[in-house]
C-alpha cells in the first residue's frame, strides 16, 4: 500500500502557487522543515527555505572528485579515531560514465572499437576507482561506459518522477553535479544543477539551504512551422529568456502550446536552461508526459498521474501566479544556429553568411568540425531522424562531405542506433562520414580529439578562423576543439548540411549547396520525419537498451579492483590523490591583497578550469611530462589530483586576462609576466593575499567545482564581481572563497593594478578600498548555512566537523 498525504499538501499550499514551489513546499513539509513564507507565497516574496533531494546524479569527471573527497572524508575520520563507514550517502546516488571517451578515431567503421579501446587505455585508473565506489558506498549505483550520456539515460530510464520509497509516495527531486541536470525537467521531474561540493554535502544528509528564488512563467502558444525544429525552438527560447534575465530563477512552462510538444522537444528546450541562466526550466506532468513514460517502459504510470492531478501538479486551466510573466510564439520560429562563442547569439540561417567568406576550400570561415553530438538533440527522435533522411537525400544525390570536415556522430542512448539501423538510414549517415564514434559527451564537451589530416597545421599555419558545427549546447570560446575560433550550435540536419558545405560563407536558403542542389531539396518534410518514427521506433528498443544498464561490458567487468572501506592512494598516481582541503581554515584578514587576475563579462568555468585536452607546453602539461607521462589526456580526466588540477587554474588559451596583454594563462607580479599558476606561488611565499576581480556574470556555464577548487587551492580568497551564476556562486562559497558583488553600475574602475584592502561589515557589505577609490560590495553569502560554510573554510570541513561531533 503507497502511503499518499494528499490533504497536508492541500490544506498547505495556495491555489495559485506555481508548481515549481509546489515541489519544494512537499519536500519542506515531508522533511519538517517547511517555511510559512512558502505556504502564504505570493509574487516578490523571498526567504530562506531547506529541501533534500530524493537523489544525487554524477558523472565521471565530477563524480571522480566526488568519490575522491568522500575516500579522503573516510581516511580523516579513521585518523580521528571515528568509524570509516559514517561517511556514507544517505540518499541514492547514480553515476553515469560518459564524459571521458574522446572521438580521437572518425569517419570509419571501427570508430567506436578504437575510441572505446583508447578510452580505456587512458582511463582504466580512474574506472577501477569508481568500481571500488561502488563495492564501498551502499547508495551508490554506476551505469558504466557506453550506455550514452547521463541526461538521456535519465530523461529514458532512471527520472521516477515519482518516487516510491518505504511505502510513500513524492515528487522524484534530482540534484545533480552536472548543469544539464535540468534536461529532465522535460519529463516533470523537478532538478537542478549543483556543484561537486554541495553534492557531497546532500549525499551526506545536508539539506540545501536556498532562497526562495522567483518564479518565471513562460506560456508557450502556437506550433513550429514546416522547415523549423526543436532545436530552433531552444536557440530561440535560450536568446528570448537570457535578455529577459533569468539568472537564479525558476522558470516555468504553460500554455495551449504543450498539448502538441512532445516531452522530447521538452527536453531539449530544459537541458539548455544553463544556457539561459535559469535553475530550473520546468514543464508540468500531462497526457504527452504519461505517453513518453509508458513508451519507454517505466513503471508506475497511473500513479504518476493520480499523483499529478491530486498534488495540483498536472497541466490544467488553473491560473497560477507567478513573479514574471512573457510569451513565445512557436510560429514565429525559424532555422537557426548560434554562435560563435554564446549559446544566446541565434543567427537567422538567412543571415549566417553575412561578413563570412564565400570561398570554398580550407580557408578563413570554413567548417572544420560536424558533429552530431549531445543528449540536447540527440534524445530527440525528430530532429535524428531528419538528419538521417538529410544524409539520404544527399547520399542519393551524389553529394559528399568536404575533405576538410571532420565528422563524428556520437549519440546520448544506443536507442539511437537501433531505430537508425530499424530505418535503414545508418548506411547513408556513414557514406557522409558521420560513424559511430562513441555513446557520449565528445565534441560537445571538447572531448573531440583532433582534426582532418593536415587541416590543424594549415589552420596555424595560415592564421585562420574556423568553425566548428555542432548539435550541442555550449559553443564557449576555446571549449570545443583548441584550434578552431568559432562554435555554431545546429539541429543534426543543419550539422549534416554543413559538412556537406563546408563553410560558413553560404547562404543555405538561397544557394546551391553543390551539382545545383539546394538545401530544399534534401530537407525532409515533417510527413517524411513522422512516417520513419512511426514505423522504426519500438518501445522494446528502450527495455532491451537498459535491460543491465548497471552491469557493463567485458571490459568494465574485468577491472581489476581493490575493496575495502578506505582508499588506498597511490603516491605515484598522476589521476588519483588524496584531497588537501579538508581542514578548518577559519578566514582571516584581506588587507593588502592583489589581484590575480582581472576578467571581463562573462567568464565561464570554462575559462576557470578547462575541460580538453592539456597542452604539452602549458604548466599543467609540463609537470606530467617531468614525471615520465606520455599520454596527458585531458583536464576533465585528471580532476581526481589536484596537483594537475591547480595548475590548470586559469590555463584556458582563450582566458583575457586584462592585467595583460597577451592572451592565456598568464598574469602579472612586479612586472613580470608570469603563468597563473607561478605568479600565485610567488604570492603564497610572501603570505599576499590574492583576489578575482570580474565583471558580469562570473562563473556562467558548466557546474565545474573545479572552477572554485583550483583558485582556492592557488590561494584566492574572495572574487569581485559585478555579478555571479548561481552554481559557480555557491562552489565559491563551498570552497571558502568568499563572493563580493558591487553594486548596480560600479566596478568598471577597479582595475586590480593597485592593492586592495578588503574589510567586511555586519551589515551584510563589505567596504573595499583600492587606487584611493572606495567600493562598497554586497557580501552574497546568502543563507545562514551558507556563512557557516565560509566560516569553516568551505563544505567539507564543516561536514566532517558535524560527522567528529556525532551531529550526523
Request: glycine share 10%.
Amino acid at each position: 500500500m503507497i502511503a499518499h498525504d494528499y490533504q497536508a499538501l492541500r490544506r498547505a499550499a495556495p491555489d495559485h502557487l506555481p508548481r515549481t514551489l509546489r515541489i519544494l513546499l512537499e519536500n519542506a513539509l515531508r522533511r519538517g522543515t517547511a517555511s510559512e513564507v512558502l505556504a502564504s507565497w505570493v509574487p516578490g516574496v523571498t526567504g530562506e527555505i531547506e529541501v533534500y533531494p530524493s537523489r544525487v546524479f554524477l558523472h565521471d569527471t565530477n563524480g571522480v572528485p566526488v568519490l575522491a573527497d568522500l575516500a579522503a572524508m573516510r581516511d580523516a575520520m579513521v585518523e580521528l579515531g571515528g568509524d570509516p563507514a559514517r561517511v556514507e550517502p544517505l540518499v541514492p546516488a547514480e553515476l553515469v560514465v560518459d564524459h571521458s571517451v574522446i572521438a580521437d578515431v572518425f569517419g570509419r567503421a571501427d570508430a567506436l572499437e578504437r575510441n572505446v579501446e583508447l578510452e580505456y587505455r587512458r582511463n582504466g585508473e580512474r574506472y577501477q576507482f569508481l568500481r571500488w565506489g561502488q563495492e564501498a558506498f551502499e547508495r551508490l549505483k554506476v551505469v558504466p561506459p557506453g550506455a550514452g550520456i547521463m541526461h538521456q539515460v535519465n530523461l529514458e530510464k532512471l527520472a521516477r518522477v515519482v518516487e516510491v520509497r518505504d511505502g510513500m509516495a513524492f515528487p522524484d527531486f534530482c540534484l545533480g553535479t552536472d548543469s544539464h541536470t535540468t534536461m529532465v525537467n522535460g519529463l516533470g521531474v523537478l532538478g537542478w544543477g549543483i556543484g561537486g561540493i554541495e553534492a557531497e554535502a546532500a549525499l551526506l544528509g545536508q539539506s540545501v539551504s536556498m532562497m526562495i528564488p522567483k518564479v518565471v512563467g513562460v506560456r508557450l502558444v502556437g506550433a513550429l512551422p514546416a522547415g523549423s525544429t526543436a532545436t530552433d525552438l531552444v536557440l530561440t527560447i535560450t536568446e528570448r529568456l537570457r535578455a529577459h534575465g533569468v539568472v537564479g530563477k525558476l522558470v516555468e512552462f504553460y500554455g495551449p502550446a504543450l498539448d502538441d510538444l512532445p516531452v522530447p522537444d521538452r527536453a531539449t528546450i530544459a537541458n539548455m536552461s544553463p544556457e539561459f541562466g535559469s535553475t530550473v526550466a520546468w514543464f508540468p506532468i500531462d497526457e504527452q508526459t504519461l505517453d513518453y513514460l509508458r513508451f519507454t517502459g517505466r513503471e508506475h504510470v497511473d500513479l504518476v498521474e493520480n499523483y499529478a492531478k491530486e498534488q495540483g501538479l498536472w497541466h490544467g486551466t488553473e491560473e497560477l501566479w507567478y513573479d514574471e510573466e512573457l510569451t513565445v510564439d512557436l510560429g514565429e520560429v525559424v532555422a537557426s544556429i548560434a554562435g560563435p562563442n554564446r549559446p544566446n547569439q541565434r543567427i537567422p540561417l538567412t543571415e549566417v553568411a553575412d561578413g563570412k567568406s564565400s570561398a570554398d576550400g580550407l580557408g578563413e570561415d570554413a567548417v572544420v568540425i560536424a558533429a552530431i553530438t549531445s543528449c540536447t538533440n540527440t534524445s530527440n527522435p525528430s530532429v535524428m531522424v531528419a538528419a538521417g533522411l538529410l544524409a539520404k537525400k544527399a547520399v542519393e544525390l551524389g553529394l559528399a562531405t568536404k575533405p576538410w570536415v571532420k565528422t563524428t556522430l556520437s549519440p546520448g542512448s544506443r536507442v539511437v542506433m537501433d531505430y537508425y539501423a530499424a530505418a535503414g538510414l545508418t548506411p547513408y549517415l556513414e557514406k557522409l562520414g558521420f560513424h559511430l564514434a562513441g555513446f557520449g559527451c565528445m565534441t560537445c564537451i571538447g572531448a573531440s580529439g583532433g582534426l582532418a589530416d593536415g587541416v590543424a597545421e594549415e589552420v596555424r599555419a595560415k592564421n585562420l578562423s574556423v568553425a566548428a558545427v555542432l548539435s550541442g549546447n555550449r559553443n564557449f570560446e576555446s571549449r570545443i576543439q583548441p584550434d578552431v575560433r568559432q562554435n555554431y550550435l545546429a539541429s543534426p540536419p543543419l550539422v549534416v548540411a554543413y559538412a556537406l558545405a563546408g563553410r560558413l560563407g553560404i547562404d543555405l536558403t538561397t544557394e546551391p549547396i553543390a551539382n545545383g542542389i539546394y538545401l530544399r531539396d534534401l530537407w525532409p518534410t515533417r510527413a517524411e520525419i513522422d512516417e520513419v518514427i512511426q514505423s522504426a521506433l519500438e518501445p522494446e528498443m528502450f527495455t532491451a537498451a537498459y535491460a543491465d544498464v548497471f552491469a557493463g561490458d567485458a571490459r568494465w567487468r574485468s577491472l581489476e579492483v581493490v575493496s575495502g572501506r578506505t582508499y588506498a592512494w597511490q603516491d605515484d598516481s598522476t589521476y588519483l590523490r588524496r584531497p588537501p582541503y579538508l581542514e578548518v581554515k577559519a578566514p582571516t584578514g584581506l588587507k593588502n591583497a592583489r589581484a590575480l587576475v582581472r576578467l571581463g563579462d562573462s567568464v565561464t568555468t570554462d575559462h576557470l578550469s578547462p575541460a580538453g585536452a592539456i597542452p604539452p607546453d602549458s604548466v599543467a602539461g609540463r609537470y606530467l611530462r617531468e614525471l615520465g607521462v606520455k599520454e596527458l589526456n585531458t583536464y576533465a580526466s585528471r580532476r581526481g589530483n589536484h596537483l594537475v588540477m591547480m595548475r590548470g587554474a586559469f590555463a584556458n588559451l582563450r582566458l583575457k586576462n586584462q592585467l595583460v596583454d597577451r592572451e592565456g594563462g598568464f598574469t602579472t607580479k612586479d612586472g613580470e609576466l608570469l603563468p597563473v599558476y607561478d605568479a600565485a606561488a610567488a604570492y603564497a611565499a610572501e603570505a599576499t593575499p590574492v583576489v578575482v576581480v570580474a565583471g558580469k556574470d562570473y562563473g556562467t556555464g558548466s557546474s565545474r567545482d573545479w572552477a572554485a577548487k583550483g583558485p582556492a587551492l592557488l590561494g584566492v580568497r574572495a572574487v569581485l564581481a559585478q555579478s555571479f551564476e548561481r552554481i559557480h556562486r555557491s562552489n565559491l562559497v563551498g570552497m571558502g572563497i568568499l563572493p563580493l558583488e558591487f553594486l548596480p553600475g560600479e566596478g568598471d574602475d577597479l582595475t586590480g593594478e593597485h592593492p586592495i584592502d578588503i574589510t567586511l561589515g555586519d551589515d551584510g557589505f563589505a567596504t573595499v578600498e583600492s587606487g584611493g577609490r572606495t567600493y562598497r560590495l554586497r557580501i552574497r553569502l546568502d543563507t545562514p548555512r551558507e556563512s557557516e560554510y565560509y566560516q569553516h573554510g568551505g563544505v567539507l570541513p564543516y561536514v566532517l566537523q558535524r560527522l567528529k561531533a556525532g551531529e550526523l
